[in-house]
């Protein structure tokens, strides 16, 4: 027998680091499937372009760091943000474009800093952003829901030459729900919503997006279900983005802002709450700074939607810019420990 | 009389923070009832059993000891007795193997076993309420008692409560939330009424504080009910006690059998840190350590022998045996079927906070209350650590809030400032983290070894600032030193100016009263010379006293004179005087001939000069 000389615990819970990501894929089955029932099987391509891209980027900086292959694909992180990736892109976008996003993701934004756990930065946020910024046009072209206009999806050989060939097709994309929100400054919303068909063939906020919303909250709640997070970022998050919208609705002028409903369940909300918000190595640690990170984040996303000048949606910007405060919140919210009178700042260097 | 067994319904408890539920795995020693093991051939008995001074030997290599006779003399105040757990002969004491995860090697006393388990005499006390607390405190301490849950902490310096620390509250640990470990739930179900009566005796001790209490997981029915019982029988034999005993069954959640976890359950205070348990009014004692020292009391029983629970899956028997204290893992593992081949690792104490045991021979101690046989399906060697992915669950499990992903940053970075102020020290190394954390960082060991590297740096800079505080001292004193030799050089100096100044001035004035009155001034070098002479004047002795000198000086020379003419003896008889030897005698000879003459001559010439010289006025 071996002695080993093995340190306690000598027993661990049998959650892995790999099982983590595995679920997190998992639950954004129900998400896809909706944006596949709403606009056909450009979300497929888009998982399949981004995963090879993803893992054969991954594959080839860890070769070239000289560490296991097998070992570090085998934590499925590359494969997390492969799906958060191809899920930001609009469907049937260029496939050079997924490719680029992969890149920037995988050997900009993660491996550049030091792989797994040490990227400051979200990976798939940091690659939608710099798609956003450098190929606006192919970035906001998002397909028209199918329950708005069924004759507009795309089918798959359309979808592969645009893709792949690059052929031009009129007419699949047209303005989402918070294109319009943004730009209206003429009617009331009441009027809007009875104008604008992708708001008025919607039951609660917006045509497709509010069921793809609404299943991407459940695949949070399946998460939170399991302790992959906590709910204090995504809650924190959604409250403030609730009462931001509540604030300003402006009891539905033309210079309303849009309701709570309607932010909760339109654009990003959902899958940046519960896939990107609660990314564990990008957001703060202890549970109350990541409710004044969620909370933050819920601020300045309703700020960029309605306020900003440029962007209809603004999750992935506000995620970027917590990403970088981060730290200092950590800072100042360590918990107090058992025995002292109060938590200390971790900037406290006395012992 | 019912009144006397509180139940749980009304009683408020607080939560632990964290905490986990880790697989219990204590069903498998206790589907047999509590066994004695066969006295082993000898006995390895360490002189450290506890914390705190090892304890000294007093017995001799040969002597017969009986059982239960001290053997070892607790040192100073923070120590503890060692008793000899059988009769038999000391066959040695010295270095020897002890159960520490380092294989450390410390003082053991052997001894040969002869089988008859004779007891020595002991003082049994049918009424402790007769005696004074001292007594009692002394009578725990006598027979060796330390914390018998795992700590070790010598159970006579607990109860020495200062004068300003009032308990108010005594809790009895009966928790035992580490997986696989019954020993305490055994006792408790055997012994129930020696865990009852030794709670009221040590409420006795310390003064009858108003809460007695006995915090139970509520994964121990049975002990919770044996208990129930036996307070409530006791209750009817001696109804003069009137403080009830509460007998509290908690959630099972690891790790709230830690003393300061229970104390906080059960009462909601914190031990501030820095202090005590004592210092807000709570005692807590394991419930092996209160039956122990109810036999001791009773019965005069010193701490020989304890319950271990030996477990698992590479044993063909597994239960909770009595173990005499000395005997060693092997053969306490050979008796219950242990098969070498399927075993992962033997560990001592619980899979959560044990130790692997690098050496099977080390001897069953005081704090052994569990060895884990694991098979290698059971314990399997952990994976490669990935990277943290920052998930925070470390944090969730902490039962002392610490940021336990913080501080595996600041230990790989060995910020020691920053550890520090993150309170590694208030860690106690429960390892909830390490078992949440799904990439299974070995947390605990990080934190291990970076308070070993603060403590070992403290003591460093302690030591540094101790010799730098002498080196300042030493360059002070020799600084004075210096400074008081200066000055008295100086003041030498001063002082030889003067008289050369008052010496110069006198001869001036007699070469001034000889001269003639044309010659010029005498030039400096001419005064220092007359200074010289002057002073050789001074130093020279009167005529009377040079004589003597001179006389003296030829008595030495005619003696070496004498000595060298003396015939030369061999100083070994086999080797005759040499020729060369005789050549040097002769030189010799006419050395001191020639300093002889001159001798004589310095006195000769002397004379002459005396009778020449008119005498001094």
Known sequence: ?351 | MNSLVKTNTLIKLWELPGGIHPPENKQQSMQLPLTQLSIPAQLFIPLNQHIGAPALPIVQVGEQVLKGQVIGLAEGTFSANVHASSSGIVSSIGPGILPHPSGMKGDVIVIDTDGKDKWTALEACENYLILDRLTLIAKIRAAGIAGLGGAGFPTAVKLSTKSTQLIDTLIVNGAECEPYITADDMLMQVHADEVIAGTYLLSHILHNPQRLIIGIENNKPKAITALQIAAKKYSEKKPENKTPIEIISIPTKYPSGGAKQLIHILTGREVPNGHHSADIGAICLNVATVATAWRAVRFGEPLISRITTVVGEALSIQRNISVLLGTPVDYVLAQQGFDKTKASRVIIGGPMMGFTLPDLRAPVVKITNCILAAAKKELPIPPPAQACIRCGICAEACPVSLLPQQLFWYAQAEDTERLQSHHIFDCIECGACSYVCPSKIPLVQYYRAAKGSIRSQVAEKEKADRSRQRFEFRKERIAKEDAEKEAKREARKKAAEEAKQLLTSKKTEMHSAIAIESQPPTPPEAILVTAAIAKANQVESTPAEQRIKLERLLNTARNSLQSARAPLVPKNPVFPITAEQLVQQQSRIKQAELKVAEAERKLAGFDAEIKNTPPSP
Not at chain 1, 201 to 227: C, D, H, P, Q, R
Not at chain 1, 252 to 262: A, D, I, L, Y
């Open chain 1, 1 to 351: 027998m071996a002695l080993l000389n093995i340190t306690s615990p000598h027993t661990h819970a049998p959650l892995s680091t790999s099982q983590v990501m595995r679920l997190v894929i998992y639950a954004t089955f129900p998400g896809v499937l909706t944006l596949a029932y709403f606009f056909g099987v450009g979300i497929f391509i888009n998982l399949f372009i981004a995963s090879l891209s993803c893992l054969a980027f991954e594959a080839l900086v860890i070769k070239l760091r000289e560490r296991s292959v097998v070992f570090y694909l085998g934590d499925y992180s590359a494969l997390v943000t492969a799906f958060l990736l191809a899920i930001s892109l609009p469907p049937y976008c260029p496939w050079w474009l997924v490719v680029t996003g992969s890149f920037c993701a995988i050997v900009l934004a993660k491996q550049l800093y030091g792989g797994m756990g040490l990227n400051p930065f979200n990976p798939a946020m940091v690659a939608y952003v710099i798609l956003l910024i450098s190929f606006p046009v192919p970035m906001t072209q998002w397909p028209t829901p199918a329950n708005v206009d069924a004759s507009q999806v795309l089918g798959i050989t359309d979808a592969f030459s645009k893709i792949f060939l690059g052929k031009q097709i009129d007419g699949y994309s047209s303005a989402t729900a918070l294109d319009i929100m943004k730009q209206n400054s003429s009617l009331v919303l009441s009027e809007l919503y009875q104008n604008k068909p992708i708001l008025s063939k919607g039951a609660f906020a917006s045509a497709g997006w509010e069921w793809v919303n609404i299943m991407f909250l459940l695949g949070g709640i399946f998460l939170l279900y399991k302790k992959i997070f906590t709910w204090h970022a995504p809650v924190s998050m959604l409250v403030a983005l609730a009462l931001m919208a509540g604030f300003f609705y402006d009891s539905g002028s033309s210079e309303s802002g849009g309701s709570p409903v309607f932010h909760l369940l339109t654009g990003a909300t959902m899958f940046g709450a519960f896939f990107i918000v609660t990314d564990p190595v990008t957001s703060a640690v202890s549970n109350k700074g990541r409710i004044i990170y969620g909370a933050a984040i819920g601020i300045l996303v309703y700020i960029i939607r309605v306020w900003g000048k440029g962007y209809p949606d603004g999750v992935a910007f506000a995620v970027l810019f917590l990403n970088f405060a981060a730290p200092f919140i950590d800072y100042y919210t360590t918990p107090r420990t058992y025995g002292h009178t109060k938590s200390r700042s971790a900037l406290d260097k006395e012992p």
